[in-house]
C-alpha cells in the first residue's frame, strides 16, 4: 500500500458524460500527478499541481481539468467523454515539486460506453 | 524532449532463475534519475528501483539491481533468483533532474511483461 488513495476504483459511463475522480495523497506529500495509461498511448503525464497550485502540464486535453484543494487532495474532472477517453487514470503524490519518488495510487478504471 | 524505449515487448524466465530487461533513454540532459516499476496484474504501480545519473554506483534492492551506462544511455534491471511473484510489467521510466526547470514529470516506456515460469 502506497499510502495514495484514489475513489472511485472503477466508473463506467456513457458518451458525452462528465466525471470527477478524486485522489488523496501520502501525508505529508504536497505534489500530486496525474498519469493516463491507455492501450495505444501507454502511461502519459497529464498535470502535476504543488500545494494547492498547477505546476506542469503534459498532454491533458482541453476537456479535462484538475485543482487541488487546501487539504491537497486533488480531483481530475474528465467531461464531454468520449470512448478514447476509457482508461486507467493514476494519481501519484511526492513529497516536494521535483518528484525525486512519486508513489502511485490503485488507479481508477474508467470505460465510456 | 525525452524518449525512453524497452526494446522487449516480452520476456520470460525460469523461477529461481536470473534475468535482465533492457531499457534506453535518450537526453540532453545531463541531471536525471531513472527508475523501475513494476505493474502486477492487480495493476497498482510499485517502484521497484531508482537511480540518479550523478551517482556512478548502481542502485540495488534486494534481487533487483540496475547497470547503468550512462555514455550508452542505457538502465538496465536484473532480477535475480526470480520468484513467482516478480511476473508484471515491467516500466523504465525518466524523470529530469532537480537543477532547475519546471516540469519533473515521469516518461515511460512501453514496458516488458514478465512472465516466470514454475
Known amino acids: 500500500d502506497s499510502g495514495v488513495t484514489q475513489t472511485p476504483k472503477h466508473l463506467i459511463t456513457a458518451t458525452g458524460q462528465r466525471v470527477t475522480l478524486r485522489c488523496s495523497p501520502r501525508?505529508?506529500?504536497?505534489?500530486v500527478y496525474w498519469y493516463q495509461q491507455s492501450l495505444d498511448q501507454g502511461l502519459q503525464f497529464l498535470i502535476q499541481?504543488?500545494?494547492?497550485?498547477?505546476?506542469a502540464k503534459g498532454n491533458i486535453l482541453e476537456r479535462f481539468s484538475a485543482q487541488q484543494f487546501p487539504d491537497l487532495h486533488s480531483e481530475l474532472n474528465l467531461s464531454s467523454l468520449e470512448l478514447g477517453d476509457s482508461a486507467l487514470y493514476f494519481c501519484a503524490s511526492s513529497v516536494g515539486y521535483a518528484g525525486d519518488e512519486q508513489f502511485f495510487g490503485p488507479g481508477t478504471r474508467l470505460t465510456v460506453l | 524532449a525525452q524518449t525512453v524505449t524497452q526494446s522487449q515487448p516480452e520476456m520470460s524466465v525460469q523461477e529461481a532463475e536470473t534475468v535482465t530487461l533492457s531499457c534506453t533513454y535518450d537526453?540532453?540532459?545531463?541531471?536525471?534519475?531513472l527508475f523501475w516499476y513494476k505493474q502486477p496484474p492487480s495493476r497498482q504501480m510499485i517502484l521497484v528501483i531508482r537511480?540518479?545519473?550523478?551517482?556512478?554506483q548502481n542502485a540495488t534492492e534486494n534481487r533487483f539491481s540496475v547497470n547503468f551506462q550512462k555514455a550508452a544511455k542505457s538502465f538496465s534491471l536484473k532480477i535475480s533468483d526470480s520468484q513467482l511473484g516478480d511476473a508484471a510489467m515491467y516500466f523504465c521510466a525518466y524523470k529530469r533532474g532537480n537543477s532547475g526547470g519546471s516540469n519533473y514529470k515521469l516518461t515511460f516506456g512501453k514496458g516488458t511483461l514478465l512472465t516466470v515460469n514454475p
Open positions: 499541481y504543488y500545494n494547492g497550485e498547477e505546476r
Open positions: 501525508s505529508g506529500d504536497l505534489s
Open positions: 537511480q540518479e545519473a550523478y551517482k556512478q
Open positions: 537526453t540532453s540532459e545531463s541531471d536525471y534519475y
